[in-house]
């Protein structure tokens, strides 16, 4: 499944090799279409699914971002659209067969600190895993990664660091913290909110966490960037809706996109 994935794409992409890998969360795939140089429609790939949420526009982007060669996932694959966890990750592995060697993993996210508001970044430092599933459960590939891979340090330090010094070198203000995530596609309960502050979350959501995990797995540094698009239940007493995600996300998308822009030049 993977190596047909991986045959298809070298195919139309012949001597291009990424260098790193972004996959863009809802509201943030502006990225692509500012930078596309080529695309490949996740139909056109074997074994990749449709993306089937507003904001995920289903495509594949390669291109040139400051001076590195870039792929770019616009749109992802969520457990809450019926795919298995296995098939949610598989662009990930695909990105490392075409020789990513650093991922840079976007969402929108709740936010569980009180002191987050709707259009802030945060730098993921940690995550929890509360989808009840792990991307590495079956039959382990050796040429990739261990059988049994230490989580300690999944986003690598010196890149966060790195997100962190160069936010402040634009005049970005970001925040940082821990990212749990939960399958979804119910927005969480006030108590569910409640347990999350309590077990160390400061924001949630509903994908990214297999994702790192993989890539991490496979020996890809991993940086990872939430939108905080909303104030999760129980924090806020306004209700939580899909478009008030992507309309945050579109407030957030100049500093977004300035802020990628300038990590990648000094990646």
Known sequence: ???????YIKQLIRDF???IGIVLGSGLGELADEYCQMSIEYKDIPNFEVSTVIGHRGRLVFSEI???????????????????VQKSVLPIKVMKKLGVKT?????AAGGVNASFSPSDLMVITDHINFMGVNPLIGANDDSMGTRFPDMSEVYTPEYVELVKKTGNEIGIDLQEGVYMALTGPSYETPAEVRMARVLGADAVGMSTVPEAIVASWAGM???GISCICNSAAGVSTVGLSHD????????AKNKFKLLIKEVIKRL
């Open 103 to 107: 991922v840079i993993l976007t969402n």
């Open 221 to 223: 540094k991993v940086i």
């Open 244 to 251: 008030d995600v992507i309309n945050a996300a579109n407030s």
């Open 66 to 84: 400051s001076g590195k060669k870039v792929v770019m996932m616009q749109g992802r694959f969520h457990l809450y659209e019926g795919h298995s």
């Open 1 to 7: 499944m993977l190596n047909d994935s991986v045959k």
């Open 17 to 19: 090799e990424p260098e």
